[in-house]
């Protein structure tokens, strides 16, 4: 599966953004789906996961409450829906796909998209 994020950009503190993957390939459902994102000098680290028919889905502790992921298997994609954005959320933002499960970690997701930049300004 091929995968693509898009709808990053600048915002300022307190705003929103929603982010979109889309995903190519007639097998997209048979993906758990999630976002991780990468600020400058740190590791890449799990955002949002949801599972392959949406029923369930996992959030980093330092989104929850704030992020909602979600996807729609009938367009072959996958959002997330980002309110009250803080400036430590700046990074960039990528969406993976993996066979394993609903999982927050990024050494369990096998096809990765080019990143989509978030910056929240203060």
């Known amino acids: 599966v091929q995968l693509q994020a898009s709808g990053g950009g600048l915002v300022q503190a307190g705003g929103s953004l929603r982010l979109s993957c889309a995903a190519s390939?007639?097998?997209?459902?048979?993906?758990?789906m999630g976002w991780f994102r990468q600020a400058p000098g740190k590791e890449r680290e799990f955002v949002a996961a949801i599972s392959r028919i949406g029923g369930r889905t996992s959030y980093a502790d330092s989104v929850k409450g704030r992020f909602t992921i979600s996807r729609d298997n009938a367009k072959n994609m996958v959002y997330l829906q980002m309110n009250s954005l803080k400036p430590e959320d700046t990074a960039v933002y990528y969406c993976?796909?993996?066979?394993?499960?609903?999982?927050?970690?990024?050494?369990?997701?096998?096809?990765w998209g080019k990143g989509t930049q978030v910056t929240v300004s203060s």
């Open positions: 390939g007639r097998t997209f459902s048979s993906y758990d």
């Open positions: 993976a796909a993996t066979t394993y499960g609903l999982s927050g970690s990024r050494h369990t997701y096998d096809y």
